[in-house]
């Protein structure tokens, strides 16, 4: 089965900084478009950020000067950088690839605790 694997999750202390890492389970070609998503205990999944093929990104506004999403084209990677974590936003991490056939691919997600 397909599907994105999350990695560099873990425990990270308020203000501190973290990466995760994306990559495809096998290469999948025409894919045009990778997202992050996070989920806290209790709530719904929620958008973080996206960027396309073209490195055209765009950041939910509550990460925006704190996170920064970047494709690695040479290692077919998709890498969030997460710097200034705040104590309330311990987390699931998931992220999914788009094809440009609609199918989309998603992760079991990497966990993000952030201590106070």
């Known amino acids: 089965q397909v599907q994105m694997v999350e990695s560099g999750g873990g425990l990270v202390q308020a203000g501190g900084s973290l990466r995760l890492s994306c990559a495809a389970s096998?290469?999948?070609?025409?894919?045009?478009?990778w997202s992050w998503y996070r989920q806290a205990p209790g709530k719904q999944r929620e958008f973080v950020a996206f960027?396309?093929?073209?490195?055209?990104?765009h950041y939910d506004d509550s990460v925006i000067g704190r996170f920064t999403i970047s494709k690695d084209h040479a290692k077919d990677t998709v890498n969030l950088q997460m710097v200034r974590q705040r104590p309330g936003h311990t987390a699931v991490y998931y992220c999914?690839?788009?094809?440009?056939?609609?199918?989309?691919?998603w992760g079991q997600g990497t966990q993000v605790p952030v201590s106070s």
């Open positions: 999914n690839a788009r094809h440009q056939h609609g199918d989309v691919y």
């Open positions: 096998v290469r999948i070609p025409l894919l045009y478009m």
């Open positions: 960027i396309t093929n073209q490195n055209s990104a």
